[in-house]
């Protein structure tokens, strides 16, 4: 079971369901665990009952909300400490220390920094990876107009002591190309679709999903891109 971290004061939920939806269309079994403080995933993913803590199903993916820790997850599901939860990806949206804590993402095996540059996002984000009392190697993901250099160098800048090894490539998301209004209609229609969405947004999430997966071809995860665009 692989754990992935998703780091940041940045929305995330989106994104992490989108990458979700190619991973359990290529066959994967994945749980997206909500540990935010404002917890999104209670408002834009449909539950008929939802209570302080639950797991429900959405698009074929499932989804725990409320819950502190993976211990949690397991006695919610019926499990004991010993036994090992049936999921083959766990992705876990932080933005904050304790989140990043409970759930143990310096034991991921990949973990993502999320953000963009207004300073909200990027300076609470940081306030995150200040606390790290250990060494974690991070891939920024990064939201942004235009690809500038500058602000790359600003976050290199503003992250300086921190225990934190950034990996030398970076995965660049557009804020205006129109992948917004897409992403917020879908959440009307309450489904995940990827017909409208930009290039270079479906490239970042083939991107992201060829990294977690690992052994799944570029090709493979384009054609899952163009079956779930066709509805297949």
């Given at each position: 079971?692989?754990?992935?971290?998703?780091?940041?004061?940045?929305?995330?939920?989106?994104?992490?369901?989108?990458?979700?939806?190619?991973?359990?269309?290529?066959?994967?079994?994945?749980?997206?665990?909500?540990?935010?403080?404002?917890?999104?995933?209670?408002?834009?993913?449909?539950?008929?009952?939802?209570?302080?803590?639950?797991?429900?199903?959405?698009?074929?993916?499932?989804?725990?909300?409320?819950?502190?820790?993976?211990?949690?997850?397991?006695?919610?599901?019926?499990?004991?400490?010993?036994?090992?939860?049936?999921?083959?990806?766990?992705?876990?949206?932080?933005?904050?220390?304790?989140?990043?804590?409970?759930?143990?993402?310096?034991?991921?095996?990949?973990?993502?920094?999320?953000?963009?540059?207004?300073?909200?996002?990027?300076?609470?984000?940081?306030?995150?990876?200040?606390?790290?009392?250990?060494?974690?190697?991070?891939?920024?993901?990064?939201?942004?107009?235009?690809?500038?250099?500058?602000?790359?160098?600003?976050?290199?800048?503003?992250?300086?002591?921190?225990?934190?090894?950034?990996?030398?490539?970076?995965?660049?998301?557009?804020?205006?190309?129109?992948?917004?209004?897409?992403?917020?209609?879908?959440?009307?229609?309450?489904?995940?679709?990827?017909?409208?969405?930009?290039?270079?947004?479906?490239?970042?999430?083939?991107?992201?999903?060829?990294?977690?997966?690992?052994?799944?071809?570029?090709?493979?995860?384009?054609r899952t891109i163009k079956a779930i665009e066709k509805g297949v």
């Amino acid at each position: 079971m692989k754990k992935i971290g998703f780091i940041g004061a940045y929305d995330k939920t989106d994104l992490i369901l989108y990458v979700s939806k190619i991973l359990t269309t290529i066959g994967k079994k994945v749980l997206v665990i909500d540990s935010t403080v404002n917890q999104k995933a209670r408002y834009i993913v449909p539950v008929i009952n939802p209570t302080v803590e639950y797991v429900t199903e959405f698009e074929d993916i499932d989804i725990a909300v409320g819950f502190k820790n993976v211990e949690d997850i397991k006695k919610y599901l019926g499990l004991t400490e010993e036994q090992e939860m049936e999921y083959d990806i766990i992705l876990i949206d932080v933005d904050n220390i304790e989140g990043f804590k409970s759930f143990e993402l310096e034991n991921a095996q990949k973990n993502y920094f999320v953000t963009s540059f207004d300073n909200y996002s990027l300076k609470k984000g940081l306030e995150i990876l200040s606390e790290l009392k250990e060494v974690v190697s991070l891939t920024k993901i990064l939201f942004s107009r235009e690809i500038l250099k500058e602000e790359d160098d600003y976050l290199n800048f503003l992250s300086l002591g921190y225990k934190i090894i950034w990996n030398e490539y970076r995965i660049y998301f557009p804020i205006e190309n129109g992948d917004l209004s897409v992403i917020y209609e879908n959440q009307r229609v309450a489904k995940i679709k990827f017909k409208k969405l930009s290039v270079q947004y479906k490239d970042g999430l083939a991107y992201i999903s060829e990294e977690i997966l690992g052994d799944v071809s570029q090709n493979t995860i384009r054609r899952t891109i163009k079956a779930i665009e066709k509805g297949v």
